[in-house]
């Protein structure tokens, strides 16, 4: 398991808790039109984009784990889809910190600790948390918090927020930090806080319901949260710290569900995988093959597949593969299927030595759940493995030209390039990927490697001139933070 930095989520919050001097209560406000003049979407995700950017490189409790991140990507825009106001681009990430808590930042970045997917009760009640964060994002509550603060310049928060990351290493040198900035201002007006948390309760609320999920969940979590201060004292849970609770949010947030008639909403089977993989990766690996031994010789589970699930990706971090293939076998005798499942019982062929039943399992799962995003990078990297250079291009091409936004796929796409020698190829690929993570300066010294290179021929040449001109505008009609 990763070392703990919860630094970073409490940066993160620090900004969404830029408090709107003078901003007056109202049910549902208009989404902040002096905001969007001041702080325009297109600058609010080119300053989400380069904190995200940080993250990926820096933090070390970041899950960069395809199948957790597209569980929360899947849920994440459910959420979205039932919110009129929401825009295009809406990104769900987690990090591997067991304390409860999420986070919204610039852009419709969402992250999310594994903490507070472990201590849900339900999937509605994860939805419900999530749907709050989104709506932070919808309000513009952190576009309207800059607007009132006219001494903080868009330069100044970024700067704040990489600050923190950068100081993640030494406890004493970040908390200064936090003192030293916005912490004071933020205590002092944390009334105008709480009028932000009623506003995302509301359209969370209304956005749980368009979901299709249980939105008595709301209510129940934060109602448990807040009894829980009562036994963590000083040491309150993290979301409780940097969201301001009240027992008038939870009336409010219970008033509202309980006009609804109540109707049972079941979990999905991947909410309760993906639960099983996290606890799974806990502790050392002997620590968590027993722990799920243990549950399935006690018969502590609510269900025997996603138990023997979890066994198998503890048997995995073991490289035990005939132990991962006899547990994933007992959870498909359950009449259950995932692609969770079903990549790591292909994962577990290809190690036993079984190339071609490890293909053919890739190729059977994708024909089952084509639109599965792990099991597509599962196969293209098993192709890689195998050398099947030639088949992975092929395979990648297809994924691309149905979804041109992944970057994972222009990574991939680069390092079958770079197994075949073609390095002008392998820049270009890399250029993409760069480019839709939003590091378009990365992103050109990539194509300008790809321009030395020999191994473009004529057209592809052309292509990647035609594309540095273009991001190159693209940098240049930036808005520069200051």
């Keep these: 398991m990763k070392k703990r930095h919860p630094l970073l989520a409490a940066a993160l919050s620090l900004l969404l808790a830029l408090p709107p001097a003078g901003f007056a209560q109202s049910d549902l406000p208009n989404l902040g039109d002096t905001a969007s003049a001041d702080l325009p979407w297109q600058l609010e995700r080119q300053i989400g984009q380069d904190i995200m950017n940080q993250i990926r490189q ?5 899950l960069d784990d395809p199948e957790i991140e597209s569980y929360l990507n899947t849920l994440g825009g459910r959420l979205v889809a039932a919110t009129p106001e929401a825009n295009a681009g809406f990104y769900f990430f987690a990090l591997e910190d067991p304390t409860i808590n999420a986070f919204a930042m610039f852009g419709g970045f969402v992250g999310v600790h594994s903490g507070l997917i472990l201590n849900v009760q339900n999937e509605s009640e994860l939805a419900g948390v999530l749907a ?18 006219k001494q903080i310049s868009t330069a100044g928060l970024l700067v704040m927020a990489l600050g923190l990351l950068a100081a993640r290493s030494n406890a004493n040198v970040a908390e200064a930090a936090m003192v030293g900035s916005s912490a004071g201002m933020i205590q002092a007006q944390l009334g105008f806080t709480r009028d932000f948390e009623r506003e995302a309760d509301r359209a969370g609320f209304l956005v749980l319901q368009k979901a299709d999920f249980d939105p008595h969940a709301m209510a129940s979590f934060f109602e448990r949260l807040q009894k829980a201060t009562r036994v963590y004292e000083n040491n309150a849970p993290v979301y409780l710290r940097t969201h301001p609770l009240n027992i008038e949010r939870i009336a409010d947030m219970q008033n509202r569900a309980q006009d609804l008639p109540y109707r049972q909403v079941p979990d999905s089977f991947d909410f309760h995988l993906i639960r099983a993989r996290l606890l799974a990766r806990q502790g050392t690996p002997a620590e968590a093959v027993a722990h799920f031994q243990g549950l399935l ?7 025997l597949a996603a138990t023997q699930y979890g066994l198998a990706v503890a048997l995995e971090r073991q490289k035990d593969w005939n132990g991962v293939e006899r547990a994933l076998q007992t959870a498909r005798e359950q009449g259950i299927a995932s692609p969770l499942i079903d990549r790591l019982a292909a994962e577990a062929r290809l ?14 799962a994708l024909a089952r759940f084509p639109k599965s995003t792990a099991l597509a990078y599962g196969y293209a990297e098993a192709l890689l493995t195998q050398q099947k250079t030639d088949l992975g291009l092929q395979f990648l091409d297809g994924r691309i030209r149905a979804d041109s936004r992944d970057a994972r796929l222009y990574l991939l796409r680069a390092r079958l390039y770079a197994a075949k020698g073609l390095t002008a190829q392998q820049h270009h690929a890399l250029a993409e990927a760069y480019a839709l993570q939003g590091a378009l300066s990365a992103a050109i010294e990539q194509l300008e490697l790809a321009q030395k290179s020999p191994s473009a021929d004529f057209y592809e040449q052309s292509a990647i001139d035609a594309r540095l001109r273009q991001l190159k505008q693209q940098k240049a009609a930036e808005t520069p933070l200051r």
């Design 58 to 62: 820096r933090e070390p409790t970041y």
């Design 132 to 149: 709050h964060e989104v709506s932070h994002v919808t309000q513009r509550h952190l576009a309207r918090g800059l607007e009132k603060q």
């Design 297 to 303: 010789r006690e018969k502590r589970f609510s269900s």
């Design 351 to 364: 190690r036993n030595g079984d190339a071609t039943g490890g293909l053919n399992a890739y190729r059977e």
